[in-house]
């Protein structure tokens, strides 16, 4: 905001005419040069349709020193109503380094959605969400004026450090900002750093962007920085994750102070003046530039402009004579706030950079459009060729015409990403015969949002029919720029992304006969205890209780298996049965836990209907220290009706994945089996030595044992003459519990004795968690509040298992 004097808005004030232009009376006093201003207003919050739940007020330090908050205000008046700022005030605190945000959350709505970043200020204000007033006030004290109805005095205007009318408003600087809605917010230009003292001119609308302080800080007169990446969701303790390291969406580099004007050629024509390098030239045939730190000037038609509020602050080009060389790229990326729309046909000078190993234009001094243009997309399919690469696209629009599978949702509702392949879903190499990884890796490519927002209030994608995208639904002629960013090829959309369901959510399991059901469920760490490796709060608690008791019944088993349960004696386990017991009858379960559980934070449990099957004899164990999470061993017989046929169940929860403390032979050995790969050996074979020690009639040995269908640990207890009941019952495109990676596969197994398989009515693997989003589970950080359902979808990580038995006498 320029400076005015207060001699001078005293005399605005009063509408004197002054140097031949007439400052209208609506006009306030402007601050002191550059401080701080309102750079966002948002007072649709918690209405129906909006994305978040708070209206909020974000400011911005646009001065290059810091500015203190203290004694400064945040006052709100309605539109054109009779009530006065000093009726809706909200005191300030606190300092602002050059170019650092400020997120002030105000009042909630009725209707709970998304939730803000951490808020550096809260307050109650209640902002319209279409039309109103906002004024940041250099003062503690109520304005006792609305600027309209009860016009502002000179000493008044004076104190307000910002003021953005919107809407209908009657008190604005120039022009008020445009109105809003429930879904838009008015942000201030150039990332905050706009300032003409005319809120039309200083304002547009957009989806609502908060900003904190945590935000990375844009100072005026430097290209906006990348925020940084906050801590991902938790990832559980016991999956087979090494580690949780979520690709964040890819963010061009800063760059330094851009020239305010393009240099004009001699005849004052910008356009005039010749490119001097075409775009294939800067690319070069290589992954890097061969221009890398020489200015150039190229031309180019924008064939995707990312210039919007949480975007990437800047737009592709694309040569519309492009050379004739295979090997080079024809697209690029254009780093700047300086405006270009799709279609533009544009020249740009800049200095060519490579960041994270994208080519881009970066510091921009000019950007001319020149008319217009367009550019047809380039086909590519999948898989590409064997010893191909994507470099050659890098920046360029495509298409991809075939069907394009979903493989992974693990980052969609995180960073806006999802994993698409060809030719069906991807399948981890060890998990079954003829999966060759680099067909897989061929096969894939990443499709980004268009968008740095990370854990957007909606999830960006949708399949037809359903708020959610799973793996296995599929898209088809994909349309976007293909850029590069944080070690992978990505796809940034440049038409709308629809999915079709061909892998809708399946109700209920799939029949497996029998009069005894069996069931195995990893429950995700079920911990009573807050604040450990389970829910953080009681509500996270409540939210993972009811998706387990509606995975329990959905599965409707006699017996079940669980693993991830915590290890405090019986209680954790009892809370369940209790909860579960709650919905489908008092009595109808009992829970077991193991004579002996270990030290670790989790142990594996059982349940089971005593009206179905009856214990043989006690629970047992075993001491062996190679179980780092002791077996629970308890033999089973139908309770009446039976002919006396009993079966031994052996839950168990093998070593995970993760590298930690892996030494020697338990170092991952490059096979692709990873670490504790030998350890989980030892498991299996201590396994089959209990069966084989003890005797243990009709073995079943079940449970997540953290190595997939063809890794060591299931060929030995396969050797061990046990049979996979899902291998023999299950297609190879069924047979899938977990997703990682991108690649599905079967961490969760059932085995049974030879003889015990005649008795096997039936098997199938419930797909209601390795196929939907971690933005859907129990967890309240980072979710979207609108996508929670006590239903048994996303109740765990892992997929449940259920096989049929028949035991009745004949």
Request: hydrophobic letters at 35%; glycine letters at 10%; charged letters at 15%.
């Amino acid at each position: 905001m320029r400076a005015l004097s207060r001699a001078l808005a005293a005399l605005a004030a009063a509408g004197v005419a002054i140097a031949g232009a007439v400052v209208l009376a609506t006009s306030p006093a402007a601050a002191e040069p550059g401080t701080v201003v309102i750079s966002q207003v948002y007072g649709g919050g918690g209405n129906s349709g909006a994305p978040l739940t708070n209206d909020f007020v974000e400011l911005f330090n646009r001065s290059g020193s810091a500015v203190p908050l203290d004694g400064w205000s945040l006052q709100y008046a309605s539109a054109t109503g009779t009530g006065n700022f000093a009726a809706n005030k909200l005191n300030l605190a606190g300092s602002l380094a050059p170019g650092q945000y400020h997120l002030v959350q105000l009042a909630a709505g009725t209707t709970p959605s998304g939730s803000l970043p951490a808020p550096d200020a809260t307050g109650t204000l209640n902002l319209s969400g279409t039309a109103g007033k906002v004024a940041l006030v250099r003062s503690p004290d109520g304005l006792a004026c609305n600027g309209g109805s009860a016009p502002c005095s000179a000493e008044q205007r004076a104190l307000v450090a910002d003021l953005v009318g919107y809407g209908t408003a009657n008190f604005s600087e120039g022009t008020p900002a445009p109105a809003l809605t429930n879904a838009t917010a008015g942000l201030r230009g150039e990332h905050g750093c706009a300032d003409t003292d005319d809120n039309a001119a200083d304002f547009t609308t957009g989806a609502p962007a908060p900003r904190n302080s945590a935000t990375t800080p844009a100072p005026c007169g430097a290209e906006p920085t990348p925020s940084p990446t906050p801590t991902g969701s938790p990832t559980p303790t016991d999956s087979p994750t090494p580690t949780d390291s979520p690709t964040p969406t890819v963010t061009p580099t800063p760059t330094p102070t851009e020239t305010p004007t393009p240099t004009p050629s001699p005849t004052g024509a910008p356009c005039e003046l010749p490119a001097t390098h075409q775009i294939a030239q800067i690319q070069g045939d290589g992954a890097a530039s061969p221009l890398a730190g020489a200015a150039v000037r190229v031309e180019g038609v924008v064939t995707g402009d990312y210039q919007g509020a949480g975007q990437f602050g800047g737009f592709y080009i694309q040569d519309p004579t492009p050379d004739a060389d295979p090997a080079t790229s024809d697209g690029l990326f254009v780093f700047t706030t300086r405006p270009a729309a799709t279609g533009d046909r544009v020249l740009v000078s800049g200095t060519v950079t490579e960041f994270n190993g994208l080519t881009e234009l970066s510091p921009v001094t000019a950007v001319d459009v020149c008319g217009a243009g367009t550019v047809k997309p380039a086909k590519v399919r999948l898989p590409i060729a064997e010893g191909a690469s994507l470099e050659p696209l890098e920046g360029v629009l495509v298409t991809f015409p075939e069907k394009l599978t979903v493989s992974e949702v693990y980052n969609l509702g995180r960073f806006g990403e999802i994993t698409l392949s060809s030719e069906g879903r991807l399948f981890q190499p060890t998990d079954r015969e003829g999966v060759d990884p680099s067909l897989n890796a061929r096969r894939t490519i990443l499709l980004d949002d268009g968008s740095n927002t990370q854990n957007p209030p909606t999830l960006p994608y949708h399949t037809a029919g359903s708020n959610t995208v799973r793996v296995g639904d599929t898209t088809t002629a994909l349309t976007g720029v293909l850029t590069y960013g944080f070690n992978v090829y990505r796809v940034q959309p440049a038409l709308p992304v629809a999915f079709q369901a061909d892998n809708p959510r399946p109700a209920k399991p799939e029949k497996v006969g029998g009069d005894v059901r069996v069931a195995s469920l990893n429950t995700l760490n079920w911990f009573t205890t807050l604040n450990k490796r389970g829910a953080n709060t009681a509500e996270e608690r409540a939210r993972q209780l009811a998706k387990l008791v509606a995975t329990l019944r959905g599965l409707d088993p006699d017996v079940a298996g669980l693993m991830e349960v915590e290890n405090n004696g019986a209680t954790a386990l009892n809370t369940l049965v209790d909860a579960l017991n709650a919905e489908v009858g008092a009595g109808t379960y009992k829970g077991v836990v193991a004579p002996y559980t270990g030290t670790d934070e989790i142990q594996v449990a059982l349940i089971y209907k005593p009206a179905v099957v009856k214990p043989i004899g006690l629970p047992a164990s075993s001491g062996d220290p190679v179980f780092r999470r002791p077996p629970l061993i308890q033999q089973f017989q139908r309770a009446k009706g039976g002919d006396g046929t009993s079966f031994t169940l052996i839950v168990n929860h093998f070593k995970s994945k993760g590298c930690d403390g892996a030494t020697g032979p338990d170092q991952d050995q490059g096979d692709g089996q990873s670490c504790f790969n030998a350890e989980r050996v030892r498991q299996a074979q201590a396994v089959l030595g209990l069966v084989d020690t003890y005797n243990l009639p009709n073995p079943v040995v079940l449970g997540d044992l953290n190595a997939y269908g063809e890794e060591d640990p299931i060929h030995t207890l396969e050797d061990g003459k046990l049979v996979s009941v899902s291998k023999k019952f299950l297609t190879k495109k069924d047979r899938y519990s977990y997703v990682f990676g991108g690649l599905s596969g079967e961490l969760d197994h059932v085995l049974v004795g030879k003889k015990l398989l005649k008795l096997v009515t039936g098997a199938t693997i419930w797909h209601i968690n390795a196929d939907e989003g971690r933005f859907l589970d129990y967890n309240t950080e980072f979710n979207p509040p609108y996508l929670y359902s006590p239903e048994a979808f996303r109740s765990s990580d892992h997929d449940p298992l259920l096989f049929g038995l028949d035991l009745k006498k004949n």
